[in-house]
C-alpha cells in the first residue's frame, strides 16, 4: 500500500463536528485491539480535544500534534500514540460543545479537506470521516447538503453514491438528501444507469467479480403492473434490461417489502433502493451500531459511521463506537483489497 509503513493500511480520520461525539468514538475505536491490529492511523482534527476524550473514558492512548502530515508516512508507530495533523487554528474561545456553531461547522470542513488531500496525496491508504453537522456547516457558510456531496466535490467533481452496508446488506442510493416529493422526477434511466455501472465498478474492485444487484421499485408492490404508478414500466425497468445487455448481472424492480430479506439469505450482493428512508430503514433497524456509510465512485475509499454528531451525549463518556470502528475496519479491508487488486 502506497500510504503505508508495514503491512498495516493507514487510514486518515476526519475528527467531524468538534461539539459532537466524534473525538470520542474516534477515540474509543482506536482504543480496541480489533482496531489496532488491523490498521494504523492519523486523525486530522485536533488534538486535545481528542486527549481529554481519552481522559473522559479511561483510555489507554494519546494523540500527539504533528506539524507536518508529509512525515506522518516516515515516522514510526506507536499503537498507544496516534498522531494528530492541525490545519485548523482552534478558535480563542474554543469549540461550543454539543450545540450548533459556526467555528464547529468550519473546522469540520478544514479537517474533511485535509484528510482528502492525505489520501489523494498517498499519505494514508482510505478516508474515514466522523459525523458532522450540517447545520453548523450552513452556519459556516457552506451548502453542501452532506458529506457525501462535499467529498464528490473535493474529488473533482465526480459522480457518486451512497451505500448502506449493514446487517447482512449493502444498500445503494438512487437519490439521497431531498423531499420525498422530488424523487420521482428525479428518477431517471440514464441516472439508474449511472447508479448500476458505478455500484458494479466498485463492487469488482472491492467485493465480488460479478456482482449480483437487485432494484427495487419506487412504489408499493413495485407497482403492481402500474395499478400503483408507472415509474417502474417506464424508467425502472428500461434501466435494468438496459444493464443487462450490457453484462451486468442486475435484475428488478422488486418491492422494497422483500428485496431486503432476499439478499440476506444470499440471493444478491447489492441492492439499489430509490429512496433515503427505503435503505436506511432496514440497515439501522438490523445493525443500528454497526452499520456504515460507504461512498461509491470516488477516487478514494472512504467509510464513515451510520450515525449522526449526537449532541445530547457529546462530552458525557457514554457514546457508542461500534459503528466508527466499523467503518475503520471495513476501510481497512477495502485498502488491502485495492493493494491486492492494483
Given at each position: 500500500m502506497?500510504?503505508s ?7 486518515a480520520?476526519?475528527?467531524?463536528d ?12 482506536l ?22 476524550a ?15 502530515p508529509?512525515?506522518?508516512a516516515?515516522?514510526e ?7 494528530v ?19 464547529n ?5 478544514e ?9 489523494r ?15 453548523a ?32 446488506l ?20 440514464e ?5 448500476l455501472?458505478?455500484?458494479a465498478?466498485?463492487a ?8 449480483r444487484?437487485?432494484v ?8 403492481e403492473g ?12 428500461p434501466?435494468?434490461q ?11 424492480p422488486?418491492?422494497a ?15 439499489v ?10 440497515v ?12 461509491l465512485?470516488?477516487?478514494i475509499?472512504?467509510?464513515s459511521?451510520?450515525?449522526g454528531?449526537?449532541?445530547n451525549?457529546?462530552g ?10 466499523s467503518a ?8 488491502r ?5 492494483a
Amino acid at each position: 500500500m502506497s500510504g503505508s509503513v508495514g503491512p498495516l493500511p493507514r487510514i486518515a480520520i476526519s475528527m467531524g463536528d468538534p461539539g459532537g461525539v466524534g473525538p470520542e468514538v474516534t477515540a474509543r475505536a482506536l482504543a480496541r485491539e480489533d482496531v489496532r491490529a488491523a490498521l494504523t492511523a492519523v486523525v486530522v482534527g485536533d488534538a486535545d480535544l481528542l486527549n481529554a476524550a481519552a481522559k473522559t473514558c479511561s483510555l489507554p492512548l494519546s494523540f500527539q500534534a504533528v506539524e507536518d502530515p508529509a512525515a506522518i508516512a516516515t515516522a514510526e508507530t506507536h499503537p498507544h500514540q496516534i498522531p494528530v495533523f492541525e490545519p485548523f487554528p482552534r478558535p480563542a474561545q474554543g469549540y461550543a460543545m454539543g450545540q450548533i456553531a459556526a467555528d464547529n461547522g468550519r473546522a469540520a470542513h478544514e479537517w474533511i479537506t485535509s484528510a482528502v488531500g492525505l489520501v489523494r496525496n498517498g499519505t494514508a491508504d482510505a478516508l474515514v470521516t466522523a459525523p458532522i453537522a450540517k447545520e453548523a456547516m450552513f452556519a459556516a457558510g457552506f451548502t453542501f447538503p452532506g458529506h457525501t456531496e462535499l467529498l464528490a466535490r473535493l474529488c473533482d467533481d465526480c459522480d457518486v453514491r451512497m451505500m448502506l452496508a449493514g446487517g447482512g446488506l449493502r444498500a445503494v442510493l438512487e437519490t439521497i438528501h431531498m423531499a420525498l416529493t422530488d424523487v420521482p422526477a428525479t428518477i431517471t434511466q440514464e441516472s439508474l444507469r449511472r447508479t448500476l455501472d458505478i455500484t458494479a465498478i466498485w463492487a469488482e474492485r472491492y467485493v465480488a467479480p460479478h456482482p449480483r444487484i437487485a432494484v427495487c421499485g419506487l412504489n408499493p408492490h413495485a407497482g403492481e403492473g402500474g395499478h400503483f404508478g408507472r415509474e417502474e414500466i417506464d424508467v425502472i425497468a428500461p434501466a435494468v434490461q438496459d444493464a443487462r445487455t450490457r453484462g451486468l448481472d442486475v435484475s428488478g424492480p422488486f418491492p422494497a417489502d422483500t428485496i431486503f430479506h432476499r439478499m440476506r439469505e444470499g440471493e444478491f450482493d447489492f441492492v439499489v433502493a430509490m429512496y433515503h428512508d427505503q435503505a436506511l430503514i432496514p440497515v439501522k433497524t438490523l445493525d443500528f451500531h454497526g452499520g456504515v456509510n460507504i461512498t461509491l465512485g470516488l477516487p478514494i475509499i472512504r467509510v464513515s459511521p451510520d450515525h449522526g454528531t449526537a449532541f445530547n451525549i457529546a462530552g458525557h463518556g457514554c457514546a457508542n463506537e461500534s459503528s466508527m470502528a466499523s467503518a475503520l475496519l471495513h476501510a481497512a479491508n477495502f485498502a488491502r483489497r485495492a493493494a491486492e487488486t492494483a
